[in-house]
């Protein structure tokens, strides 16, 4: 991406009418991606404009009919084709990676095939470089914001995920790493109502994957139609919770087009080529802030959070940071999320630890803070009227009792 596209993009994001989101998608994968993220923001941008935004979750513009077989011809296993009773011609689903078609086996077997929209992963990968270099250029002239904002992380975040994202095997190597864990932790966590969809790895390859068709719901479609209910959403928090917090291996893009709610109210799953690994200090250092947090101790909750910082700190350097989130967070039980959401109050936490005690971040809370982002959107566009920290404390015991949290990252 070119700076004066890029100047052009943002202008895009931040004005206050709706964003030309044609303009944005014709612009390559990466600007779409660049926009998806600025979807969660609610710091930034009207709620509007986030729901707007959010369209390009699902609702990309797809490949025409003759290029799709064309693709799948060219791209697929041999004797692809022979496999199938038929392929619809119309899209299930466009997203920015690719697009998704029902079919129908020879045996009668209802799936659904992802292809790779061409020329993606070459455009991303030159547009990510050319971004990259002007970043670094830009930020010579403007230290604090690598700090604050850290763009270049940021970049790198998206750029990696993507990139996992354009190997369609990824998916199912995903599927079955969240599938092990959820075995693994059995035992002493349930986590019945998550399933994964079936592949069928024969006919899959890098860019086109075979897949069950999964009879439901996304939780797009639910948010649409008015009928997520709030306990099902703490349902949600409670597994995703579970992976990010007190296992922090997880699924790095579970945005609400990406889980379906099956005919048994299961939650499946999909797009799973995008897993996370948080490192140990940054799960249970953002697990134990949330802690603190629920259960209203709020000084160990901002002490606790420094432990993500790559640099040392000392107490003296402490002391204003103390003072300014005191204040942030000041009410912060009362309120609700749609009065003050947790991508806001996260944001200005960041600002506050980085310019007041000196804080540095480095990339890999990225994921994390990311994924927390798409909870609090879900929450936003559906049940603004809730107290979200309070709602978490419970999951948050349980996840303490029930995963391998180390008994450690409870000590502030």
């Not at 689903?93 to 799936?111: F, I, N, P, W």
């Not at 797009?271 to 490192?279: K, Q």
């Not at 204003?320 to 005191?326: F, N, T």
């Amino acid at each position: 991406m070119r700076v004066f596209t890029f100047i052009r993009f943002m202008r895009q994001i931040l004005k206050s009418s709706p964003a030309d989101l044609d303009w944005i998608q014709s612009q390559g994968l990466l600007a779409v991606k660049l926009a998806q993220i600025f979807a969660l923001r609610s710091d930034l941008i009207s709620v509007d404009k986030c729901r707007q935004l959010q369209q390009l979750y699902q609702h990309a513009s797809s490949i025409p009919t003759e290029d799709v077989f064309r693709n799948i011809e060219q791209r697929a296993p041999e004797g692809f084709i022979d496999a199938f009773e038929h392929i619809d011609d119309v899209p299930l689903a466009a997203a920015s990676v690719g697009q998704v078609h029902r079919a129908r086996l020879k045996d009668g077997q209802e799936v659904v095939i992802k292809v790779i929209k061409a020329q993606n992963e070459k455009t991303f990968r030159r547009d990510v470089n050319r971004m990259r270099r002007w970043l670094r250029v830009f930020l010579i002239f403007m230290p604090k914001l690598r700090k604050v904002g850290n763009p270049v992380a940021l970049l790198n975040h998206v750029a990696d995920y993507t990139t996992r994202e354009l190997d369609l095997r990824n998916e199912i190597k995903g599927a079955e790493e969240l599938l092990r864990i959820k075995e693994e932790v059995s035992g002493n966590f349930q986590m019945d109502l998550l399933r994964f969809p079936k592949y069928y790895r024969e006919l899959s390859n890098k860019d086109v994957l075979v897949s069950e068709f999964v009879r439901g719901d996304s939780l797009e479609d639910g948010i649409e139609a008015g009928s997520l209910t709030w306990s099902t959403l703490l349902e949600l928090f409670r597994i995703h919770g579970a992976y990010l917090f007190g296992i922090g291996t997880f699924h790095g893009d579970l945005h609400p087009g990406n889980c379906i709610i099956d005919e048994d109210g299961k939650f499946v799953f999909i797009d799973n080529g995008a897993i996370c690994h948080a490192p140990d200090h940054v799960n249970k250092s953002l697990f134990t802030f949330f802690k603190h947090l629920s259960d209203h101790e709020f000084e160990q909750a901002f002490t606790s959070l420094l432990g993500l910082s790559e640099k040392e700190l000392h107490q003296e350097d402490t002391t204003a940071y103390m003072s300014q989130m005191a204040t942030i967070y000041h009410d912060f039980e009362m309120k609700t999320v749609g009065e003050q959401s947790l991508t806001q109050i996260m944001m200005k936490t960041v600002r506050c630890a980085v310019e007041k005690a000196g804080a540095e971040f480095g990339e890999e809370a990225f994921p994390i803070i990311r994924a927390l982002m798409y909870l609090d959107g879900l929450v936003i566009r559906t049940h603004p009227q809730a107290r979200l920290i309070s709602s978490m404390g419970p999951y948050l015991d349980e996840f303490q009792r029930g995963l391998p949290i180390d008994e450690g990252a409870m000590v502030v």
